[in-house]
């Protein structure tokens, strides 16, 4: 039935769904951190599962990220797209310029330090996404053993854990891939740490707080800093804190960390490249208004968590219900405002801003999961009433939550998103793969540096695969004479990609290499 994932493909998923099955049955019989190692360890092998099914990079945006993270290799603090331009450019267009910086760059320096590691690959370049989901888990657990119970918090981890989008995520295959990932990562973890420092007391919790919120603002801006937005809400909110010093210097001195981290980078940018900093800078601030091709109305996210979801109909229905049912259960009033206040306030931003994208929300998709989970508990207690066995009760918890996580998982869209598909529909793979072939080709061809290559976009933006893949610059279009001409007087050779649509002074000149190509096949 899935019959095109190969045997890695098998091993990762079948150890891995292994581990979590077990994971579930300790968990059941009180082994609680045992329980917790396996879910994490099987979490890192479903990763690694979805993130190797296939081994080329996705178009939006992941093909982009991959360039840049390469680049920022032996250049950490130049992030460029193309390192020396051979012809003008448009510094606004972050597709095709030289200096990077239309996004924050934490999540590229993870990348690049993966592929330092282990080399310029799909799993160097993946991994930072495949060990940060997994250790996701931990974080969700704790917040929902704080807010509610060890049940809850196990019980939205494993969700969380299988679910196929939130898994998917780090296969790049969804705009805009390992930058969200990376932006999930250390929000969530900004808002655990500050639930674990409400719980606890211990101040040593602010500096994590800040730490982690600085670095989700070098992720993804100013979205990064809402904990901080929350926790004032709380303060004024509750009459003890609100008459206390000590509670606005304790949110004053974690914001000055994250201050500490976030403001290095900003300044750096503005001083050595001013022009592209303003403009995304501008740019950013501008989603509020304009919409940039990303358009949809104000119930844009409410209409479309299906996708983050599940498939039904009813699953924003479903997953409202489990929200209102989390926030009855938590008994401290703090815990109430915070869960409920990240997803009103997240929702709300996103659905003003006039530029939609789903993965705009992506950051609430745990607090979901744990209101999953604390609605599976409410059923699961009720059940408990009439079923007094504790046997019985352990079969019929794992049993029901191993269940809702196999619907979650959808392996159907994972198989057709990572393959050729059941139906053979998946144009993606065909052309992704077929993309692969040309630049294996183009290697085997050249075997040597110094060459620029041309024409090479196979249906969509194949210049940034070429660049990954290979040390040669590219562009997807075919060069004029007077490009030619440039290239060769700054002292490069010029290699093109022949679909059988170049012009007659290509054609003539033996100094450039024709690589034959067609649509289908390498020939």
């Keep these: ?93 972050w597709s095709s310029n030289h200096i990077w910086l239309h996004k924050q760059p934490l999540f590229l320096w993870q990348m690049a330090a993966s592929m330092w590691v282990f080399g310029v690959n799909i799993f160097g370049l993946r991994l930072p996404s495949i060990l940060q989901h997994a250790i996701l888990c931990i974080f969700i657990y ?10 809850v918090g196990f019980y939205g981890a494993l969700f969380f854990a299988i679910a196929q989008y939130s898994l998917e995520m780090v296969s790049g295959i969804y705009p805009t891939d390992h930058n969200d990932v990376a932006f999930l990562f250390y929000f969530t973890a900004s808002f655990w740490a500050w639930f674990e420092f409400r719980n606890s007391g211990s101040r040593k919790w602010l500096v994590f707080i800040g730490l982690f919120a600085g670095c989700a603002f070098l992720n993804k801006w100013t979205t990064g800093l809402l904990v901080f937005i929350i926790w004032g809400i709380i303060i004024l909110v509750n009459k003890e804190m609100r008459i206390k010093i000590r509670s606005y210097l304790d949110l004053l001195l974690s914001f000055a960390v994250a201050i500490i981290v976030l403001l290095p980078w900003q300044l750096y940018i503005f001083y050595a490249f001013p022009s592209e900093a303003k403009y995304e800078f501008l740019m950013n601030s501008k989603h509020l208004t304009e919409t940039f091709g990303h358009d949809g109305n104000f119930w844009y996210y409410f ?25 009855i259960r938590i008994k401290l009033r703090d815990f109430k405002i915070a869960i409920a206040g990240m997803v009103l306030i997240v929702y709300l931003i996103f659905s003003i801003a006039q530029t939609k994208m789903i993965s705009y929300t992506n950051i609430v998709i745990p607090i979901a999961f744990l209101s999953v989970a604390a609605l599976t508990d409410t059923i699961l207690v009720f059940l408990f009433r009439f079923v007094k066995q504790k046997i019985w009760q352990y079969t019929i918890s794992s049993a029901l939550v191993i269940i809702i996580s196999f619907f979650l998982f959808n392996i159907d869209k994972v198989y057709h998103n990572h393959t050729y598909g059941k139906f053979n529909e998946n144009w993606v793979y ?19 540096p110094n060459y620029i290559v041309f024409n090479t976009s196979y249906l969509s933006f194949g ?41 007659d002074y290509i054609l003539a000149d033996k100094t450039i290499t024709k690589i034959k190509v067609n649509a289908r096949k390498i020939v």
């Design 1 to 93: 039935m899935y019959q095109d994932f190969t045997t890695q493909d098998l091993t990762f998923l079948f150890s891995g769904s292994i581990l979590i099955i077990a994971s579930v049955i300790l968990f059941q019989f009180g082994k609680k951190s045992p329980a917790l190692f396996l879910l994490v360890t099987g979490t890192f092998l479903f990763g690694c599962f979805v993130a190797l099914a296939n081994n080329y990079l996705s178009n939006w945006d992941e093909q982009f990220h991959a360039v840049v993270a390469k680049n920022m290799i032996h250049h950490p603090f130049k992030p460029m797209f193309y390192c020396n331009p051979i012809f003008d450019y448009d510094y606004k267009l």
């Design 142 to 151: 704790r917040i929902g053993k704080i807010i509610l119970n060890e049940k």
């Design 303 to 327: 209409q479309n968590m299906s996708i983050q979801y599940g498939t039904a109909a009813l699953i924003p229905y479903f997953i409202l219900l489990s929200l209102i049912v989390c926030l």
């Design 430 to 448: 065909c052309y992704k793969t077929t993309e692969k072939k040309m630049i294996s080709r183009v290697n085997e061809t050249l075997q040597e």
């Design 463 to 503: 210049y940034a695969s070429f660049m990954f893949y290979t040390d040669y610059p590219a562009y997807w279009f075919i060069p004029d004479k007077d490009q030619v001409a440039a290239v060769k007087n700054k002292g490069y050779k010029i290699a093109i990609l022949d679909f059988g649509d170049l012009p």
